[in-house]
């Protein structure tokens, strides 16, 4: 009787193990990535070494006034990031970005502590404007390997975190989240604004060569950022149909229910891009619900008089 009820309670206490990985099932499936990447515009990134949880700012054991202060403006898109292996120097290191049609504005500062944060203009962010720190004209990698967010930007984000850390430490941070976890690893590069993912540790050293050479890494490529989905849709198709190199020499106009302008280096297009939904399925490691994606179709495509 004794042993029964012992066993029955093993039974009862043994964890499932949850071996469903949202990446394996986006790969599995052939959703396309293009046109997945943020649409922000505007960034502060914030040196935080210490643990992150699942909503990384909001559970970060940064003071509360400041917390709320980082979170006050819509328009800003506040991430913490940190060295790979935890490591950070001395005070807080933080990055204002502002992306823009051809180009992206960086600037850089480190606080004496993260009080200091308080000080930190977020409203004049919110409006396209620097708040006048020292102009960085470096490059920022920032690969995401949150695994509170998502196993998968943990379990292969680390790897090319730290390959890139290996080629270039003093411009790869990891960061917490880029959202699109089942395109893990993901990868935010400045000044590009690219999005990447679906990467390894070598691909992402040959993404990043190519985006420093100026060539818009083909089969990687998620969208660049600060443009609706359907316009970085336009934006990759109208490079990888011509003979541009760079996402950024293709400049959005405008766009109305799916229907994109661009200038592709003073030549005018024209991309109608239809957005669709998928069948339901999990769309991260640790959501046990399924949801339909949005996915992108480009249908007719060229340039306009």
């Given amino acids: 009787m004794l042993v029964s009820e012992a066993s029955g309670s093993l039974r009862h206490n043994r964890r499932v193990v949850d071996t469903f990985r949202c990446t394996a099932a986006a790969r599995e499936s052939g959703e396309p990535m293009v046109g997945t990447a943020p649409t922000d515009a505007t960034y502060l990134l914030v040196e935080y070494a210490g643990a992150w949880g699942r909503k990384a700012l909001a559970e970060s054991r940064l003071p509360d006034a400041v917390k709320a202060h980082l979170d006050s403006e819509a328009g800003v898109r506040v991430l913490l990031v940190r060295r790979h292996g935890g490591l950070s120097g001395p005070g807080v290191r933080v990055f204002a970005v502002q992306v823009e049609p051809a180009s992206t504005r960086i600037e850089t500062t480190v606080l004496d502590d993260a009080e200091a944060l308080l000080g930190v203009d977020v409203a004049l962010l919110a409006r396209g404007e620097l708040p006048g720190w020292e102009a960085y004209d470096g490059e920022l990698h920032l690969v995401c390997t949150n695994g509170r967010r998502d196993l998968c930007c943990a379990e292969l984000g680390r790897p090319v975190a730290a390959a890139l850390s290996a080629r270039w430490p003093a411009s790869t941070w990891e960061v917490?989240?880029?959202?699109?976890?089942?395109?893990?690893?993901?990868?935010?590069?400045?000044?590009?604004?690219?999005?990447?993912?679906?990467?390894?540790?070598?691909?992402?050293?040959?993404?990043?060569?190519?985006?420093?050479?100026?060539r818009h890494p083909v089969g990687f490529t998620r969208g660049r950022v600060g443009v609706p989905e359907a316009a970085q849709v336009a934006q990759v198709h109208v490079v990888e149909q011509t003979s541009l190199d760079r996402l950024g020499e293709v400049r959005v106009l405008g766009e109305d229910r799916g229907l994109v302008r661009v200038d592709a280096?003073?030549?005018?297009?024209?991309?109608?891009?239809?957005?669709?939904?998928?069948?339901?399925?999990?769309?991260?490691?640790?959501?046990?619900?399924?949801?339909?994606?949005?996915v992108h179709e480009v249908l007719a495509a060229g340039p306009v008089a």
């Fill in 176 to 214: 917490t989240h880029l959202g699109g976890h089942r395109f893990a690893p993901t990868l935010l590069s400045f000044p590009s604004a690219v999005c990447l993912g679906r990467l390894d540790a070598e691909s992402a050293v040959l993404a990043v060569e190519e985006l420093q050479a100026g």
């Fill in 265 to 294: 280096d003073g030549e005018q297009w024209q991309v109608a891009v239809k957005a669709s939904r998928s069948a339901p399925r999990r769309q991260s490691c640790g959501e046990t619900f399924e949801k339909p994606a949005t």
